[in-house]
């Protein structure tokens, strides 16, 4: 009896039990409760020949065969009862043995099921599992196991219904092979088999890798000429990741289907069924780690070129944590491949996985935000920015933490979980800059020296030619509590920010000298306290501001609330820039005549 099958059947006895109504009315008197008699359960022993999964079926009637105990090989198989003599029982085991060497195929052991109740996970009856298939008289006649026994005691058999089949064959021709070898090397045997089937199979392991490499190579020149990408660095890199896994793979896959062919016997060939499949799977391991190396260094070429140092990190470290898992995965399929139990070991590695993360989870955090970092870009090295409150020049962004030189010449180290998480400001990707100075006047200055500056302080943000025209604004925004505010609001376009600070300089200067004409003055944010020599608001100029107000609402010409297209464009660029007297302008002039000569 299984250990699960034990384990319900004590569960059903204890409900059984306790749920009787003897043992309810046994519980109304204190002390008369009998203790349930334990119920002992006989382990069933182990089959003497291994049937208790289709994986020891099929394993021990290749061993019987190889051992030419034909008799012992009988009893893998489920017989009626018109083929349980000695002679009947012979002739279909040898039977079946021809009819697999010819061709036939077994499932490498390592897919059979080993669990007592076979595989129920395919469409066919809880109790029968497909094991292989031959082919007779053209015909291909599928290879079944059954379990014969009781659940808690299986015995797993090829079915009765595969046997009747195989027992109406009948074979006369011999096998390529053996018409093929020597008497001398039919007559000696090896492991069960002609020592010329062993010899075969080496020779075919040859072949089959030879002609492998001469039909990738022939491929791959076909690509090469058919396609020009093909030629490049990255096509022959792509070709040369697949070329060698598929010379292996394709060597396999020849060798399985021409020693088939030519009746290499089954006895050799189920022995090498789990080699195939570990090469197979170490073939698919080798083509994922070339293809990672050429993806790794197709995208380390590209940010290279980009200059994206930080990218270029990591990728190394994914290309390096990539391979590891493939290792990981590929040793894990290959203890699958040749049976071993990999359940518990996945669970002891899920556990020391999660025991890990929990242990590095800062580390994968800082992680996770520098691939972030390097796949968003809100920042890259060399750009001014802001990171929560600290701001200056992003020097370095590594795997764990990315360096910032502020003002005042110090380095930040933020990392990179935090930095990814915080509120970026980056002022390296402006294309113009916010120029909105607020004038402060005089509360004596007059509405049309209001209307005065307006005009005025719009007419040299349309003329200058740093400054953008849409938006360019200044605005009566109010009156505060010791002045009336002018806002202004408009862009300077350049992207450099030492030729900002110039240009808002320039602005600011001719600003003052409006200011200046229109006869008032700025406001301070105090009051004022008028003494004998405060001279006030400059009444010639307040009447000369005054009389050119009169004179443009005279001729229609108040450019206010809005300017006029056609004005607009009649002062656009009429502002020297830079101004006069500067000394940029005498290096100017050289230029123009370096540039003459």
């Known amino acids: 009896m299984s250990f699960s099958f034990k384990w319900l059947y004590l569960f059903f006895s204890i409900i059984l039990y306790f749920g009787s109504p003897q043992a309810a009315s046994a519980q109304l008197i204190p002390g008369t409760i009998e203790k349930p008699e334990e119920t002992v359960v006989a382990e069933v022993p182990d089959d003497s020949l291994g049937r208790r999964n289709p994986r020891g079926t099929v394993g021990g009637f290749i061993q019987s065969v190889a051992e030419q105990n034909y008799i012992r090989a009988s009893h893998y198989l489920n017989l009626g009862k018109e083929h349980r003599s000695i002679k009947q029982r012979e002739k279909i085991v040898k039977t079946l043995q021809r009819l697999l060497d010819r061709g036939g195929n077994i499932i490498p052991y390592s897919w059979l099921s080993n669990k007592t109740t076979g595989r129920t996970d395919d469409d066919l009856p809880p109790d029968e599992d497909l094991v292989g298939t031959v082919t007779a008289n053209g015909e291909v006649i599928n290879i079944f196991v059954e379990n014969t ?66 039909v990738i190579w022939f491929v791959s020149f076909i690509i090469r000429l058919s396609f020009q990408k093909a030629r490049t660095e990255e096509g022959l890199g792509v070709i040369k990741a697949f070329s060698l896994p598929f010379k292996i793979y394709f060597a396999v896959w020849l060798f399985i289907a021409i020693s088939q062919q030519v009746g290499i016997s089954i006895i050799v060939r189920q022995r090498f069924s789990t080699i195939t499949v570990v090469i197979g799977i170490v073939a698919f391991i080798i083509l994922l780690l070339r293809l990672t190396d050429q993806i790794s260094t197709f995208s380390k070429g590209k940010m290279t070129l980009k200059g994206r140092i930080s ?15 493939i290792v990981i995965c590929g040793i894990i399929a290959i203890l699958s491949a040749i049976g071993l139990d990999v359940t518990t070991g996945l669970a002891a590695l899920g556990i020391g996985g999660l025991a890990l993360a929990l242990g590095a989870q800062k580390t994968m955090e800082n992680f996770v935000g520098s691939v972030t970092l390097i796949v968003d870009q809100p920042v890259r090295v060399g750009d001014f920015c802001k990171v929560g409150e600290t701001t200056g020049t992003v020097e370095q962004i590594g795997m764990r933490s990315t360096k910032i030189r502020t003002g ?111 006869g008032t003055d700025f406001a301070f944010p105090s009051q004022t306290i008028y003494l004998a020599k405060d001279k006030g608001v400059s009444e010639e100029k307040a009447k000369q501001a005054a009389e050119k107000v009169k004179a443009w609402k005279a001729n229609n010409e108040l450019q206010i ?17 830079p101004p006069e007297g500067s000394v940029q302008n005498k290096y100017d002039k050289l230029d123009n005549i370096h540039g003459d000569a």
């Not at 092979?177 to 088999?193: A, F, I, M, Q, T």
């Not at 979980?417 to 005089?442: K, Q, T, W």
């Not at 010791?482 to 602005?507: A, C, M």
């Open 149 to 214: 026994g009781e659940p808690a005691a299986p015995v797993w058999m090829i079915s009765r219904e595969t046997v009747s089949t195989i027992a109406a064959v009948k074979i006369d021709e011999e096998l390529l092979v053996d018409r093929v070898l020597p008497e001398s090397w039919k007559d000696k045997l090896w492991g069960g088999v002609a020592i010329g089937h062993w010899f075969a199979v080496i020779v075919l392991l040859i072949v089959a890798y030879l002609v492998s490499w001469v």
């Open 311 to 325: 990218a270029v990190s990591a990728i190394l470290f994914l290309r390096s944590a990539i391979k590891i898992a």
């Open 408 to 518: 005042e010449r110090t380095v930040v180290t933020i990392p990179n979980g935090e930095f990814s998480s915080a509120m970026i400001e980056n002022y390296a990707h402006r294309d113009r800059f916010l120029f909105a100075p607020v004038i402060e006047l005089r509360y004596e200055t007059t509405a049309d020296q209001v209307r005065f500056l307006l005009v005025e302080l719009r007419a040299i943000l349309y003329a200058h030619p740093m400054v953008s025209p849409d938006p360019a604004r200044v605005r009566f925004a109010g009156m505060g509590e010791t002045s009336l505010r002018l806002e202004v609001w408009s862009y300077i376009v350049t992207p450099n920010f030492d030729e900002f600070l110039e240009v808002k300089e320039d602005l600011l200067l001719r600003m003052m000298d409006v200011v200046s004409s229109s």
């Open 561 to 577: 609330p809005g300017f006029d297209p056609e004005k607009i464009r009649s002062i656009r660029n009429t502002i020297p820039y």
